[in-house]
Protein backbone atom coordinates (compact mmCIF):
# COMPACT_ATOMS: atom_id res chain seq x y z
CA UNK A 1 0.00 0.00 0.00
CA UNK A 2 1.19 3.77 -0.74
CA UNK A 3 3.18 5.14 2.06
CA UNK A 4 2.18 8.86 1.02
CA UNK A 5 -1.33 9.89 1.49
CA UNK A 6 -3.40 12.25 -0.68
CA UNK A 7 -7.12 13.24 -1.35
CA UNK A 8 -8.71 11.19 -3.68
CA UNK A 9 -10.16 13.81 -5.88
CA UNK A 10 -10.34 17.32 -6.44
CA UNK A 11 -12.28 19.70 -8.61
CA UNK A 12 -12.42 23.04 -10.17
CA UNK A 13 -13.90 25.07 -13.05
CA UNK A 14 -11.86 26.79 -15.68
CA UNK A 15 -9.40 29.51 -14.56
CA UNK A 16 -9.55 28.65 -10.75
CA UNK A 17 -6.88 27.31 -8.38
CA UNK A 18 -6.56 23.99 -7.36
CA UNK A 19 -4.21 22.35 -4.49
CA UNK A 20 -3.01 18.63 -4.35
CA UNK A 21 -1.69 17.60 -0.81
CA UNK A 22 0.92 14.77 -0.17
CA UNK A 23 1.16 13.37 3.72
CA UNK A 24 4.41 11.51 4.77
CA UNK A 25 6.78 11.48 7.21
CA UNK A 26 10.02 12.44 8.44
CA UNK A 27 11.53 8.64 6.34
CA UNK A 28 10.22 10.50 3.22
CA UNK A 29 9.11 13.75 2.73
CA UNK A 30 10.94 14.67 5.88
CA UNK A 31 14.28 13.89 4.66
CA UNK A 32 14.13 13.50 0.72
CA UNK A 33 12.69 15.05 -2.32
CA UNK A 34 9.36 15.35 -3.76
CA UNK A 35 8.47 14.65 -6.54
CA UNK A 36 5.20 14.55 -8.86
CA UNK A 37 3.51 13.17 -11.65
CA UNK A 38 0.74 13.53 -13.81
CA UNK A 39 -0.90 10.79 -15.66
CA UNK A 40 -3.41 11.70 -18.23
CA UNK A 41 -6.26 8.65 -18.78
CA UNK A 42 -5.02 6.06 -20.43
CA UNK A 43 -1.28 7.08 -20.71
CA UNK A 44 2.33 6.80 -18.97
CA UNK A 45 3.03 9.02 -16.69
CA UNK A 46 4.74 12.18 -16.75
CA UNK A 47 7.34 14.16 -14.75
CA UNK A 48 5.60 17.19 -13.53
CA UNK A 49 8.01 18.86 -10.77
CA UNK A 50 11.22 17.60 -9.08
CA UNK A 51 13.24 18.33 -6.42
CA UNK A 52 10.60 20.41 -4.45
CA UNK A 53 9.56 22.49 -6.86
CA UNK A 54 11.68 22.70 -9.82
CA UNK A 55 9.41 22.29 -13.48
CA UNK A 56 11.26 20.24 -16.43
CA UNK A 57 11.13 21.95 -19.50
CA UNK A 58 7.86 22.37 -21.25
CA UNK A 59 5.57 22.02 -18.06
CA UNK A 60 3.61 25.55 -17.91
CA UNK A 61 4.38 27.61 -14.76
CA UNK A 62 0.68 27.30 -13.93
CA UNK A 63 1.71 24.04 -11.87
CA UNK A 64 4.34 24.64 -8.92
CA UNK A 65 5.36 22.47 -5.95
CA UNK A 66 6.29 23.59 -1.92
CA UNK A 67 7.03 21.29 0.54
CA UNK A 68 6.97 22.06 4.54
CA UNK A 69 8.20 19.26 6.71
CA UNK A 70 6.56 16.13 6.07
CA UNK A 71 4.11 17.14 3.75
CA UNK A 72 4.11 18.52 0.20
CA UNK A 73 1.00 20.25 -1.93
CA UNK A 74 0.57 20.84 -5.83
CA UNK A 75 -0.84 24.03 -6.88
CA UNK A 76 -2.62 24.29 -10.86
CA UNK A 77 -3.46 27.43 -11.15
CA UNK A 78 -5.30 28.85 -14.14
CA UNK A 79 -7.14 25.45 -14.04
CA UNK A 80 -7.98 24.32 -18.23
CA UNK A 81 -9.89 20.98 -19.39
CA UNK A 82 -6.11 19.58 -20.47
CA UNK A 83 -5.09 19.36 -16.34
CA UNK A 84 -7.61 16.64 -15.87
CA UNK A 85 -5.68 13.75 -15.16
CA UNK A 86 -4.57 11.46 -11.99
CA UNK A 87 -1.20 13.26 -9.57
CA UNK A 88 0.66 11.26 -7.89
CA UNK A 89 3.42 12.70 -5.68
CA UNK A 90 6.94 10.41 -4.97
CA UNK A 91 9.54 10.66 -2.68
CA UNK A 92 12.52 8.48 -1.44
CA UNK A 93 12.02 6.69 1.90
CA UNK A 94 15.22 6.07 3.52
CA UNK A 95 13.43 3.60 5.79
CA UNK A 96 12.19 1.17 2.90
CA UNK A 97 15.26 2.10 0.81
CA UNK A 98 12.98 2.62 -2.17
CA UNK A 99 10.90 4.67 -3.70
CA UNK A 100 7.07 5.43 -2.50
CA UNK A 101 4.35 6.99 -4.01
CA UNK A 102 1.03 8.48 -3.23
CA UNK A 103 -1.98 7.02 -3.25
CA UNK A 104 -2.85 9.84 -6.41
CA UNK A 105 -5.60 12.63 -6.62
CA UNK A 106 -8.11 12.65 -9.55
CA UNK A 107 -8.51 16.49 -10.67
CA UNK A 108 -11.35 16.29 -12.45
CA UNK A 109 -12.19 20.30 -14.22
CA UNK A 110 -16.20 21.54 -13.85
CA UNK B 1 13.75 11.85 -28.46
CA UNK B 2 13.81 9.15 -25.34
CA UNK B 3 12.00 6.03 -26.31
CA UNK B 4 11.40 3.22 -23.47
CA UNK B 5 9.71 0.10 -25.58
CA UNK B 6 9.10 -2.45 -23.05
CA UNK B 7 7.95 -5.88 -23.91
CA UNK B 8 6.91 -9.50 -22.79
CA UNK B 9 3.78 -9.30 -20.88
CA UNK B 10 1.22 -11.63 -21.11
CA UNK B 11 -1.33 -13.90 -19.44
CA UNK B 12 0.58 -16.75 -17.00
CA UNK B 13 -0.52 -18.91 -14.50
CA UNK B 14 0.27 -18.35 -10.21
CA UNK B 15 3.31 -19.70 -9.49
CA UNK B 16 5.27 -19.61 -13.40
CA UNK B 17 7.64 -17.60 -14.18
CA UNK B 18 7.49 -13.90 -17.25
CA UNK B 19 10.50 -11.97 -18.63
CA UNK B 20 9.79 -7.99 -19.57
CA UNK B 21 12.22 -6.39 -21.69
CA UNK B 22 12.72 -2.67 -22.38
CA UNK B 23 14.42 -1.18 -25.35
CA UNK B 24 15.63 1.84 -25.01
CA UNK B 25 16.98 4.47 -27.35
CA UNK B 26 17.67 8.26 -27.91
CA UNK B 27 19.86 8.72 -24.78
CA UNK B 28 23.56 7.40 -23.39
CA UNK B 29 21.58 4.63 -21.77
CA UNK B 30 25.08 3.46 -19.54
CA UNK B 31 24.59 7.18 -18.22
CA UNK B 32 21.94 6.11 -16.30
CA UNK B 33 20.00 4.28 -14.08
CA UNK B 34 17.04 2.44 -14.71
CA UNK B 35 13.79 1.11 -12.87
CA UNK B 36 10.63 -0.69 -13.52
CA UNK B 37 7.16 0.88 -11.75
CA UNK B 38 3.79 -0.86 -12.01
CA UNK B 39 0.38 -0.33 -11.91
CA UNK B 40 -2.51 -2.46 -11.28
CA UNK B 41 -5.40 -2.31 -13.02
CA UNK B 42 -7.55 1.18 -11.45
CA UNK B 43 -4.95 1.17 -8.72
CA UNK B 44 -2.18 3.70 -8.20
CA UNK B 45 1.69 3.91 -8.76
CA UNK B 46 3.98 0.86 -6.81
CA UNK B 47 8.31 1.12 -7.79
CA UNK B 48 9.36 -2.28 -8.32
CA UNK B 49 13.06 -2.31 -8.63
CA UNK B 50 15.72 0.14 -9.53
CA UNK B 51 19.19 -0.78 -11.12
CA UNK B 52 21.88 1.35 -11.56
CA UNK B 53 24.10 2.58 -14.23
CA UNK B 54 26.76 -0.48 -14.26
CA UNK B 55 24.48 -2.65 -12.04
CA UNK B 56 26.98 -2.40 -8.46
CA UNK B 57 23.39 -1.07 -6.93
CA UNK B 58 20.20 -3.12 -6.99
CA UNK B 59 17.15 -2.27 -4.99
CA UNK B 60 13.97 -4.44 -4.88
CA UNK B 61 10.32 -3.30 -3.09
CA UNK B 62 9.13 -5.44 -0.50
CA UNK B 63 6.53 -7.14 -2.03
CA UNK B 64 9.01 -8.75 -4.93
CA UNK B 65 12.34 -9.42 -3.23
CA UNK B 66 13.38 -12.88 -3.49
CA UNK B 67 11.06 -13.30 -6.20
CA UNK B 68 11.80 -10.57 -9.07
CA UNK B 69 15.32 -9.51 -10.58
CA UNK B 70 16.14 -6.92 -12.65
CA UNK B 71 19.22 -6.76 -14.59
CA UNK B 72 20.45 -4.78 -17.77
CA UNK B 73 22.90 -5.38 -20.98
CA UNK B 74 24.39 -1.89 -21.85
CA UNK B 75 25.92 -3.03 -25.06
CA UNK B 76 22.15 -3.57 -26.09
CA UNK B 77 20.33 -0.96 -24.61
CA UNK B 78 18.07 -2.93 -22.45
CA UNK B 79 16.66 -3.64 -19.37
CA UNK B 80 15.04 -6.88 -17.97
CA UNK B 81 12.77 -8.17 -14.75
CA UNK B 82 12.47 -11.88 -14.29
CA UNK B 83 9.22 -12.27 -12.64
CA UNK B 84 9.16 -15.97 -10.78
CA UNK B 85 6.72 -17.39 -8.69
CA UNK B 86 4.22 -14.80 -9.72
CA UNK B 87 1.17 -14.15 -8.01
CA UNK B 88 -2.55 -13.05 -8.82
CA UNK B 89 -1.43 -9.36 -6.89
CA UNK B 90 1.18 -8.76 -9.45
CA UNK B 91 -0.88 -8.37 -12.18
CA UNK B 92 -0.67 -4.84 -13.59
CA UNK B 93 0.95 -2.47 -15.97
CA UNK B 94 4.60 -2.99 -16.01
CA UNK B 95 6.54 0.70 -16.70
CA UNK B 96 10.03 0.78 -17.16
CA UNK B 97 11.37 4.08 -16.33
CA UNK B 98 14.84 5.82 -17.09
CA UNK B 99 16.50 7.49 -14.00
CA UNK B 100 17.48 11.47 -13.81
CA UNK B 101 21.14 10.25 -13.34
CA UNK B 102 23.55 7.33 -12.48
CA UNK B 103 21.49 5.91 -9.42
CA UNK B 104 18.71 4.52 -8.21
CA UNK B 105 18.04 6.29 -4.77
CA UNK B 106 17.13 9.28 -3.30
CA UNK B 107 17.64 12.65 -5.39
CA UNK B 108 16.94 10.86 -8.32
CA UNK B 109 13.65 10.56 -10.35
CA UNK B 110 11.69 8.96 -12.84
CA UNK B 111 12.26 11.35 -15.79
CA UNK B 112 11.17 9.41 -18.54
CA UNK B 113 8.29 6.85 -18.96
CA UNK B 114 7.61 3.86 -21.82
CA UNK B 115 4.18 2.97 -22.33
CA UNK B 116 4.21 -0.42 -20.58
CA UNK B 117 3.76 -3.98 -20.72
CA UNK B 118 0.28 -6.07 -19.27
CA UNK B 119 1.20 -8.84 -17.28
CA UNK B 120 -2.07 -10.36 -15.91
CA UNK B 121 -1.89 -13.95 -13.55
CA UNK B 122 -4.55 -16.07 -13.45
CA UNK B 123 -5.50 -19.56 -14.10
Known amino acids: QSVLTQPPSASGTPGQRVTISCSGSSSNIGSNYVYWYQQLPGTAPKLLIY???QRPSGVPDRFSGSKSGTSASLAISGLRSEDEADYYCAAWDDSLSGHVFGTGTKVTVL | EVQLVESGGGLVQPGRSLRLSCAASGFTFDDYAMHWVRQAPGKGLEWVSGISWNSGSIGYADSVKGRFTISRDNAKNSLYLQMNSLRAEDTALYYCAKSSGYYFVGGYYFDYWGQGTLVTVSS
Open chain 1, 51 to 53: RNN
